[in-house]
T-cell receptor, first 115, second 113 residues
Framework: GDSVTQMEGPVTLSEEAFLTINCTYT??????LFWYVQYPGEGLQLLLK?????DKGSNKGFEATYRKETTSFHLEKGSVQVSDSAVYFC??????????????FGTGTRLLVSP | DAGITQSPRHKVTETGTPVTLRCHQT?????MYWYRQDPGHGLRLIHY???????DKGEVSDGYSVSRSKTEDFLLTLESATSSQTSVYFC????????????FGPGTRLTVL
């Protein structure tokens, strides 16, 4: 079945460091891919998305490129800030036989950025 | 802001008691979802709805029921709460094209003692 695998956390970085959070997926067909972010005490917010191979999603300095050949969608940011501390979820959009659309999430990666 | 509220935001209850969580949206979107979030599992789909009185099961539906008698409200009920249902519950809506993605509410933290 469809699944998403994320790197284990927490990821601990100093401010202005380069960030990579790895995400790989298993799916039939060509799913859309998403990164969501969850700040402490809040719900999930859509950070970026990509709908087809080689698409690059970007938002707030974060980027991720849909790599079909490696089934990956790694999240990157060139210079993290303390305010980026949160939990990041990779997800794919899958469809049931009924046509119903659902999201399949990874387990989340906690990012801690220190000043 | 997708106009989603959840109530209550926090609840502590005892094993065996019924619990109902409410998700309310202000924009009449057709699709609504209930997820639970647990460490090591990410978010898992409990139930979803594709219209008033139209609901179906997700991956982890055992012990849960839902109802949607109005477009704006999607209720999740634990008929007899168990400690394994201690979790954070998130509601989501999906507007449909062109914004064909899901937007999440703030969550309800439920503790079953």
């Amino acid at each position: 079945g469809d699944s998403v695998t994320q790197m284990e956390g927490p990821v601990t970085l100093s401010e202005e460091a380069f960030l990579t959070i790895n995400c790989t997926y298993t799916a039939t067909g060509y799913p859309s891919l998403f990164w969501y972010v969850q700040y402490p005490g809040e719900g999930l917010q859509l950070l970026l998305k990509a709908t087809k191979a080689d698409d690059k999603g970007s938002n707030k300095g974060f980027e991720a490129t849909y790599r079909k050949e490696t089934t990956s969608f790694h999240l990157e940011k060139g210079s993290v800030q303390v305010s980026d501390s949160a939990v990041y979820f990779c997800a794919l959009r899958a469809y049931r036989n009924t046509g119903f659309q659902k999201l399949v999430f990874g387990t989340g990666t906690r990012l801690l950025v220190s000043p | 802001d997708a106009g989603i509220t959840q109530s209550p935001r926090h609840k502590v209850t005892e094993t065996g008691t019924p619990v109902t969580l409410r998700c309310h949206q202000t924009e009449n979107h057709r699709y609504m979802y209930w997820y639970r979030q647990d460490p090591g599992h990410g978010l898992r789909l409990i139930h979803y709805s594709y219209g008033v009185k139209d609901t179906d099961k997700g991956e982890v539906s055992d012990g849960y029921s839902v109802s949607r008698s109005k477009t704006e409200d999607f209720l999740l009920t634990l008929e007899s709460a168990t400690s394994s249902q201690t979790s954070v519950y998130f509601c989501a809506i999906r507007p449909g094209l062109p914004k064909d993605t899901q937007y999440f509410g703030p969550g309800t933290r439920l503790t079953v003692l």
